[in-house]
């Protein structure tokens, strides 16, 4: 069975840190770029990180310089460390595999294929 299953979500105080893991089963992730988007009630899902199958990695500039997004292609695996958690970056977040192999990274959700079930992450205190 292909899947993409997000792992490591969860309440977080604001200032505080959490490490998602994105892991693929029935297919591979190395020669893709694989994204991270997020949703949050009411709004639309909107990018958030990714990286070119070669390690080029891309942000948003809402998290640039707080989050870091890295792969181990060994584990068919793509992490996103989070730090200095704000309160907007609660939201479920998603991470999904592009269409093609070999492309340059992208941001549009449109360029992903395989998506995520999706892992809650709040940030409160």
């Not at 089963?25 to 009630?41: D, K, M, N």
């Not at 990714?50 to 793509?78: E, L």
Request: proline fraction near 4%; include cysteine.
């Amino acid at each position: 069975q292909k899947q993409l299953v997000e792992s490591g979500g969860g309440l977080v105080q604001p200032g505080g840190s959490l490490r998602l893991s994105c892991t693929a089963s029935g297919f591979t992730l190395e020669h893709f770029g694989v994204g991270w988007f997020r949703q949050a009630p009411g709004k639309e899902r909107e990018f958030v990180a990714s990286i070119s199958w070669s390690g080029g990695p891309a942000y948003a500039d809402s998290v640039k310089g707080r989050f870091t997004i890295s792969r181990d292609n060994s584990k068919n695996t793509v992490a996103l460390q989070m730090n200095s958690l704000k309160a907007e970056d609660t939201a479920v977040y998603y991470c999904a595999r592009q269409n093609r192999p070999y492309g340059s990274t992208s941001r549009s959700p449109g360029e992903y294929g395989y998506w995520g079930q999706g892992t809650q992450v709040t940030v409160s205190s």
